[in-house]
């Protein structure tokens, strides 16, 4: 089969190989994410060489495994942890089927890897059984690659004990903001605002319409608009951006009672300049998000199927995999203005 590892500083090489595998699963992958993580590995490089990337995939049953969960030709999604500790089905026990002796069962979360532990820019991969999602058929393989990063914004949007009619801001017009504002809505909130530095994406965010205003994060009066916007300002916050600039107007733009909500979700690159004295003083509950849990998963994926979200205009760029190398120097020469990108396996 053919796979693509990180070869060095944005750098995907081709290799050939055989996936060795003995009771799990092998799946023909047909559509993988490209996540932001598979895009910082890919620029960093050298410390990711050889990795296999991509975690947010869809494909095909080939080899089923000897679960009895799944037959050949079964539409399936890989969740990205091992959530029952099963074995891997690779490594030296396991081809043995000596699967008691797996030295892989705590591995809880994919790490990209090698031929033993691929990600999905690969012909076939392999999974944990009963962390592999059976789709329903009104979903395409194509949503499915975004059913995990939907999942990050449903994790997040559950921690936030969201009302009806309330106001809601996301810092941050990314996918994982994107997603926050899609699943906010399902809860009948008054209004959802959604700012983003970059003025061109903000445009292209307007257009999904999932928000009601889009305001340009880097406008110097950004919290007198987002003030006006909200009149007496937000009751619950999520930060999807992580910069302290961001999350201060945040936290300034939060209605002035105590016991406002503010959720975050991107990992603060500057946390020391973050107004925590503010959050103390408003009695600001917080809660940071990190993941997301298989039922989630699940959940995400029968609101897709439901059409309770509608996912599929959010794939903004199809690249094929024969074309992984171009498709990843476009997206940077993009400047994030793709919304999400999506490798078809072909
Ligand atoms: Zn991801
Ligand atoms: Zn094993």
Redesign the pocket.
Known sequence: MKYAVVDDTEKFAFREGELRVRGNPVIRVTHA?V????MSSWREGAHYKGLILG??YAGIIEEPGDSGLFRRGDRVAGY?QNVFQEPCGHCEFCLRGDFASCDNRTVKTWKGGDLTHPGAYSEYTTWFPRSIYKLPDSIGLDEAALI??FT?GLHAVSLADIQKGDKVLVLGGGIIGLTVAEWVRGYGVSEVTVTEMNTEKAAIISAYGVADHVVPAGAPDLLEQLCGISGDGYDVVFDCVGYASAINAGIAALKTEFYKKFIGVGLPQDAQAINYRDLVLRQTIFRGSKGHSFQEFERTASAMASKEINVAKYISKRIRFSNLQEGFEELKAGRGLDTKAIVEMG
Do not use: I, L, M, R
Request: with cysteine; aromatic share 0%; charged share 25%.
């Open positions: 994410g996540c932001g993580t598979d975690h947010e990205t995990e990063p990050v």
